[in-house]
């Protein structure tokens, strides 16, 4: 067992797929922590964290998506922490091949790999959205460039390839709390453009290790559908970009958005 690493599990309601996450990271090929924390306690979830023996944290502090993943982060006491998301699944060898890009990192900051989707419960790995983004992670599949800013700034710089449940962090880099609630949506990108000014690595894996869950019900879609995600997104490419530059790139950028519907 690592005992350097937690999965914190991010609960929300009655999701249907609660416990299939759960059962993916006891499966994983490398054991590890797991604890389970939820700003909406119920019986429900109550119920899954007996039969999987884990403790039930709940959040009465900050609320709202940052404040939810903060608590979970805080919450993991070891030096590397994972937040799971409650619809995705990670295959067995995700934590193995993390730890292993851990290892070979020059002073990491976080550790993630490719992702494949979750679409009416069928795992897809090859679809016009993972092959851009796996082509927008592509300079940082050599290790060289991992800890170089520019690099971690270009792949960054025209969209959010980083899938967040994907990202593991190492705490004494990130630093604790590291979650705003600026953004209703795009507060994982926010987070790596942050990081990515920091001194140290943005330790990658082109493989695909865990699913992430495409589905009508997730808070991006909702955000899609209200037009949110739009605004969003032009707010992190002026990060990046002029204002001209940032409004040409909005336009085919938001609909990749489209991609999260069913």
């Not at 249907?16 to 922590?33: A, D, G, P, R, T």
Request: charged share 25%; glycine share 4%; hydrophobic share 35%.
């Amino acid at each position: 067992m690592d005992t350097n690493h937690t999965f914190a599990v991010c609960a929300y309601k009655e999701s249907e797929y609660l416990e299939e996450c759960i059962q993916s990271l006891e499966n994983q090929s490398v054991k590890s922590n797991i604890i389970l924390t939820t700003s909406t306690p119920n019986d429900y979830i109550r119920g899954i964290c007996e039969k999987h023996n884990l403790e039930m944290l709940v959040n009465n502090g900050e609320k709202g998506i940052g404040g939810d993943w903060n608590f979970a982060y805080n919450s993991a006491k070891t030096p590397l922490v994972t937040i799971a998301h409650q619809d995705d699944i990670y295959l067995e060898n995700y934590l193995k091949e993390i730890l292993d890009a851990l290892e070979n990192a020059k002073d990491p900051v976080i550790a993630f790999c490719h992702y494949a989707e979750l679409r009416n419960a069928k795992q897809v790995f090859d679809n016009r959205l993972l092959r851009i983004k796996k082509l927008m992670l592509s300079p940082l599949s050599l290790r060289f460039n991992q800890n170089k800013k520019f690099f971690k700034r270009l792949v960054i710089s025209y969209g959010n390839p980083i899938c967040c449940p994907a990202v593991t962090y190492v705490k004494a880099k990130v630093g604790s709390s590291p979650f705003s609630n600026d953004f209703g949506s795009n507060i994982d990108w926010q987070q790596w453009e942050r990081l990515s000014k920091l001194d140290g690595s943005f330790a990658y894996t082109s493989s695909q290790l865990m699913c992430h869950r495409v589905h009508e019900g997730s808070t991006t879609s909702e955000l899609i559908n209200d037009n949110s995600r739009t605004d969003e997104d032009y707010e992190m490419l002026l990060r990046f970009h002029s204002k001209p530059v940032a409004k040409f790139l909005i336009k085919p950028y938001s609909k990749g958005q489209e991609s999260n519907q069913l």
